[in-house]
DNA sequence: CTCCGTTATATTGTCCGACAATTATGTGCG
DNA sequence: CGCACATAATTGTCGGACAATATAACGGAG
């Protein structure tokens, strides 16, 4: 009897078995829509972006993986293809599966991303991710404003409305920020832009997650958002591009604000 | 009998064996180090990528794709997670996998973005390539330009070396040019800078790719590059900022010229 | 006739057990 | 001392079964 499956009470008393059926608090079963191996390969993506296993580490094998997650082998391979291909884990006969060095890791990735912030952010990270909004967004905006249709600064505006409506202290106000930023991504006509969407709406969301936690009486974002949705209608590629630049300085300057009070004052 | 294997005359006689004896031309086999599921997932990625599937349209079902490809449908399926995971499909019960739309596409992915380059690159795609590298590049030389070690000088001086020695007609000249910028992505000291290494590196080899083939004789890229090398070496943003997107327009110029070239005259 | 709940069904999802392929490591021979 | 070779450990692949899921067809109630 080398595997055990579905006994209700085996070897593994802390382990609840996944498949049982009261499993309320199980932590893969949050996404509801995740397959297993997609739980899986979020779990375990998590826990190699937070550092819990370490980069050259190596894991356990696949028999005594799935084994100890109560999973067959072939899903937990399949979760391994998923990691691999993110970047996060290296699988070669007779080695095994080792953790990747961060350098490979697919940062950009949406997936790994949300997985990264997933928990409160490695500062660092996230004043790099700042960095990337400042260099992608402004270039960004200068191209929107020459490319823009009618349909995009339509979507800018519905979105300025809506954050202007329920502000950033609402789930709604916070959507139509980002909405925002996609919109205008979407009006560069870049593809590869586009695909930053996902970045840049992180680091948008961490910001008013940090200003409205810590301090919610925080400047209007109202008035830059302005600037830069005018110069993008005026088709005035130099006014977008400085008054993107305006808007994410400040963003970054309110999030290090907030990160500077938490450490002196309290 | 519901599956058939590995039976030499079957009723699939254009379709040879992959795992015969003597697959030599076989497109399967390229990649020495790809496993099974790996070239699957390569093949079906590129005839993703290169529009032969269409956005929307439903693959084959896993018995019937393993079955007609001759392989198990745990190697076919280990490859729809890898694609999955890269944004190229979509898979649910009952209803099957379909090629997801391009917005979804992770295009930076280092994977899809050599699938993208296997053939002769989409004009309007390269050119958005183009437009990310000179919003990129420029920022990153900049931060490059204020955190730079003497280790990230030594690797960018080097990489000049043998870019003059060997020049862009020669293998090792052009991988000096991609090992430049590469450096100067590390130097920006940013985590999400350094993972566009791969989407700059296939930029930058098509540029020399147009030239070489087209027009062997044309602009010395040596002056462009030491200009933003001295400019990092003296610590100077402004200036680094200003010479790498001369830099980047300059290649630019050389492709679109080669693609005029091509249009008009021959 | 329309709407809504129920059932049928097709497809992916998961499981299991066996064997093949690959390669790091040790071993023996020259 | 170095190189060919055998060994072993791990991932890779296979095949066949059953479960879960969501679409679509169906039928009954209003």
Avoid: C
């Avoid at 997936?111 to 997933?118: A, C, G, P, T």
């Avoid at 952010?121 to 996230?126: A, C, G, T």
């Avoid at 967004?137 to 009618?150: H, I, K, Q, S, V």
């Amino acid at each position: 009897m080398p595997r055990k499956k579905k006994s209700s009470n085996d070897s593994a008393p802390a382990a609840p078995s996944i498949r049982s059926s009261l499993p309320k608090s199980n932590a893969r079963v949050r996404r509801r829509s995740l397959r297993l191996h997609g739980s899986i390969a979020r779990d375990l993506g998590i826990l190699i972006v937070s550092g819990r296993y370490k980069p050259g580490e190596l894991l356990n094998g696949e028999i005594a993986a799935s084994d100890r997650l109560h999973v067959s082998r072939g899903a937990y391979r399949e979760a391994m293809r998923i990691l691999a291909a993110k970047g996060l884990v290296e699988s070669r006969p007779k080695v095994g599966t080792k953790v990747s060095q961060p350098e490979r890791w697919h940062l950009l990735d949406p997936d790994v991303l949300s997985w990264i912030f997933e928990f409160e952010p490695d500062e660092k990270l996230l004043s790099n991710l700042f960095e990337l909004r400042r260099i992608i967004e402004p270039g960004a905006a200068a191209l929107a404003a020459e490319r823009r249709t009618n349909a995009h600064l339509e979507m800018m505006s519905r979105a300025l409305d809506g954050m202007a409506k329920y502000t950033l202290a609402d789930e709604a106000g916070r959507l139509a920020d980002q909405e925002f930023h996609s919109a205008l991504l979407s009006a560069s006509d870049n593809a590869f832009l586009m695909t930053l969407t996902t970045g840049v709406g992180a680091a948008v969301s961490w910001t008013t997650i940090f200003k409205q936690r810590d301090n919610p009486l925080a400047r209007d974002p109202m008035p830059d958002h302005r600037k830069v949705y005018e110069a993008v209608k005026a088709s005035d590629p130099a006014a977008a591009h400085k008054a993107m630049m305006n808007l994410v300085d400040l963003a970054f300057l309110d999030t290090t604000n907030v990160s500077k009070r938490k450490k002196t004052g309290k």
